[in-house]
Structure formats: structure tokens, C-alpha cells
């Protein structure tokens, strides 16, 4: 009996340890899954926003080992810095259940590389949320093994956002660098301490890894909460993206320098890459770093969109001394998988790679990576005041006494 016990709280232990063994952010952890976008609404560039009325937000992958597969799915709150929500059940942000089949799934049809799609809506009959805030949706397998992180976040509209873009105020980063200007409006909803209750975090095009995050308002005018008049809110403009569009494989583009379909799978190599941190700034209409799975050569695009091999080349005149190269965006979650990381060809002397996608248009950057994996994406792609961003503005609550951070607001400007 004493063995039998200390068998099953062996086994407790290693489950709830088991059970974090996973990144609280956008994260793929398994090689054959691939495709992921989550989104609200009928648009699928759209960040996964919902509320407590339930906008309903689609959630989709590919498996490419092409097989059957149970996958589960479960929901977690979290905190305004992605923390699992501690003081707060289950049973208080949660109407239903967790641990629920994603049941909506199907066969890849006449595509090269086989794949199962699989697909889920939130929130269902079997999972409702009731709280504001962030969350975490968790994918796992049969083996309880975890594959999948997304964030999305549900929201109560509470109070009125004002915003403005503009130039940095420092004088060194005016010509590089944008500037959000947000004043918050509370006259309907009456807050205690707005100073010390209210925090703002910032996106640029969706990216959590350059947020800025948890700034406190200074001071008050009427009904209007203000912030430092210097600069909280500012970041590197950057270019407008790189992009690339392979939703037929019948011809190619600017972008795509060859298109080869073999029995072994499709081959596309883009037109070579330069360095682009000295040259003049150039718009042209973009995504925002975000991608679309598309195809004009079948109707089904989930389903009979092929999977491509695609070659990435940036001309460089050297190696970077201490430095890694990746291509980087939405497609991959803005992490840095090894398949995303780009090798130095002396004879080329060019950074190459080959990343494997699903048809459809995508947005990407080159990005250099130190020895402690920070990453920067003005080396390789320049930064210029007039590149078009989109940034969204979210509004957290934690009354005095509250048990979660509440998001009582959301704006998304451009």
C-alpha cells in the first residue's frame, strides 16, 4: 500500500509538472504541426480579440504527418504579463468544460504532401469564457504531450481610448522611431485610483516581443487619464515588410524567381534578398507581418493548397561577426525556430535557407539574432518614421482587492 501510494504521488507530481511544460506565448512545439492561425470573425488577419457576449474566434492547423490523430484543447487565464491567473478557478472564468476533442478535422485532397486540417471555433457549446483578460488556448495529443500555445484575448469595452501617432520626441530617433500618444476617458465607468489600477500595454503589428507593457498613467485632467508627456510609448518604426505570394503555382511573380512541382514536392525560390538598413525608405502595401493561406489554383484552400519548400537568399558582402540570421513574422509566431534560420554560403555569399509553407501570401523580415537570442530587425531592414504599423492598445484593470486583470479596453490605430 505505501508503494502504491507513493507510485500515485509520483505520478501526480510529474502530471502537474507536466502540465507547464509549455510557454505561456504563441508557440509550436512539434515539427509536424504546421499552419496555425487563430483569428476573430470573418478575418483571418484579425488578432484573436473576443468578449463576454462570445465574437467567435477560428482556430486552425495542419498535421503533415498526414495521419488520424486525437488532439484536446484546454483554456487558461492569465494576467496582464502571462502569468497563470493564481487567485481565480477554473469554474470562475470557465462555462463548461476543458480537456475537449477537436473533433473538426479533414484529409488533405490530391496535394503531394499529405495533411490532416484541423480546425475549432470558440467559444462552443461546450466552452464559454466569463471573465475579461488574457487567455491561453492549450493543444495537446493522446499522449497528453503539449503542441500548440496561442494567446487571445477577451475584453469588456469599458472605457474610451484616444490615440495618436507621431514623431519621437528625442531628437536622435525622430527620423526612426514612432511615438503613441493615448489619453483613456473614464467618465462612464467610474474607476477608484485610475493611477495605480490601470495599466496599458502596446502591440506593434500584433508582436508581443517588442511590446510595451504595464505602463501606469501620471496624472489626471477632468475625466481624462494621461500619461508621461515623454515618450512612453515608443518604438522602432522599422520597413514595410518583405512578402512573398505563392497561392498559384501555375506561374511566377515579382517575388518568386522559379517554381519547380515534382512528385517529391514543390520547389519555389524567391528573387534574391539585399540588405536594406541604408537604402531608401519604399512603400508598398503590406500585411503587417501577418500571411493568409490562399489558393487560386483549387477552391478549397484548407484542404488542396500544397505545401512548398521555399528558398530564402540575402546578399551580404560578409558574414555577421557574432551574430545569427533568421527570417522572421507572423508565420512563425515571431519565435526562432531552427527551421527558420539561414545558413552563410561563401560562394553565394549570401544568407540561404529553405523554409517549408502552405500556399498563400506572407509577410516576413530579416532579423539578426545574438548569443543571447535577442533579437533585432532594424539591422538588416532599416527603420524609417513613415513605415505604416498598425498598433493596438490594451487597457488593464486590477481593482484594489481584484483577484485578475481585467481588460476593460482595446483600439487599434494605424
Not at 235 to 246: G, H, I, K, P, T
Not at 256 to 264: A, E, H, K, N, Y
Not at 364 to 374: F, L, R
Not at 394 to 413: M, S
Request: charged share 25%; net charge negative.
Amino acid at each position: 500500500m505505501r508503494i502504491f501510494i507513493a507510485v500515485l504521488i509520483l505520478f501526480a507530481f510529474n502530471f502537474a509538472n507536466g502540465q507547464e511544460d509549455f510557454y505561456h506565448e504563441d508557440y509550436v512545439y512539434q515539427e509536424n504541426i504546421k499552419s496555425v492561425k487563430f483569428y476573430a470573425g470573418n478575418n483571418p488577419l484579425s488578432y484573436p480579440v473576443s468578449n463576454l457576449k462570445g465574437i467567435t474566434l477560428h482556430f486552425e492547423f495542419d498535421d503533415i504527418d498526414g495521419d488520424s490523430k486525437n488532439y484536446y484543447y484546454k483554456i487558461v487565464h492569465c494576467d496582464m504579463d502571462w502569468n497563470i491567473s493564481d487567485e481565480i478557478t477554473e469554474e470562475d472564468f470557465l462555462d463548461g468544460f476543458n480537456g475537449e476533442e477537436i473533433k473538426d478535422s479533414k484529409s488533405s485532397s490530391f496535394t503531394l504532401l499529405q495533411y490532416t486540417h484541423y480546425r475549432l471555433r470558440l467559444p462552443n457549446e461546450n466552452t464559454k469564457w466569463l471573465l475579461s483578460g488574457n487567455y491561453l488556448l492549450i493543444v495537446y495529443d493522446e499522449n497528453d504531450d503539449v503542441v500548440i500555445t496561442r494567446r487571445f484575448l477577451v475584453v469588456e469595452n469599458k472605457l474610451k481610448i484616444m490615440a495618436e501617432l507621431d514623431h519621437a520626441k528625442d531628437v536622435s530617433r525622430y527620423r526612426t522611431a514612432q511615438s503613441i500618444q493615448i489619453v483613456l476617458n473614464n467618465k462612464d465607468f467610474r474607476i477608484v485610483d485610475p493611477l495605480k489600477e490601470l495599466k496599458v500595454t502596446v502591440l506593434q503589428n500584433d508582436k508581443w516581443i517588442d511590446a510595451i507593457r504595464d505602463v501606469s498613467p501620471k496624472y489626471l485632467v477632468g475625466d481624462n487619464i494621461k500619461f508621461d508627456a515623454f515618450d512612453p510609448f515608443v518604438f522602432e518604426a522599422l520597413n514595410e515588410f518583405r512578402y512573398f505570394d505563392s497561392r498559384s503555382l501555375r506561374y511566377t511573380n515579382l517575388e518568386i524567381q522559379s517554381i519547380d512541382v515534382r512528385r517529391r514536392g514543390v520547389e519555389v525560390v524567391l528573387e534574391e534578398d539585399n540588405v536594406r538598413r541604408f537604402s531608401n525608405y519604399f512603400f508598398h502595401k503590406d500585411l503587417n507581418g501577418n500571411y493568409l493561406f490562399l489558393n487560386h489554383d483549387n477552391p478549397n484552400a484548407a484542404i488542396s493548397s500544397e505545401y512548398t519548400n521555399v528558398t530564402f537568399t540575402l546578399k551580404t558582402n560578409a558574414p555577421l561577426l557574432d551574430q545569427d540570421v533568421y527570417v522572421i513574422g507572423g508565420f512563425c509566431d515571431w519565435q526562432l525556430y531552427e527551421e527558420n534560420k539561414l545558413n552563410y554560403d561563401k560562394e553565394l555569399e549570401a544568407y540561404t535557407g529553405r523554409i517549408l509553407f502552405k500556399q498563400g501570401v506572407f509577410d516576413y523580415y530579416y532579423a539578426t539574432v545574438d548569443k543571447d537570442e535577442n533579437i533585432n530587425l532594424s539591422n538588416l531592414e532599416g527603420s524609417w518614421y513613415q513605415t505604416q504599423n498598425d498598433y493596438t492598445i490594451l487597457v488593464y484593470l486590477r481593482p484594489f482587492g481584484g483577484l485578475y486583470d481585467r481588460l476593460v479596453g482595446i483600439k487599434v490605430i494605424e
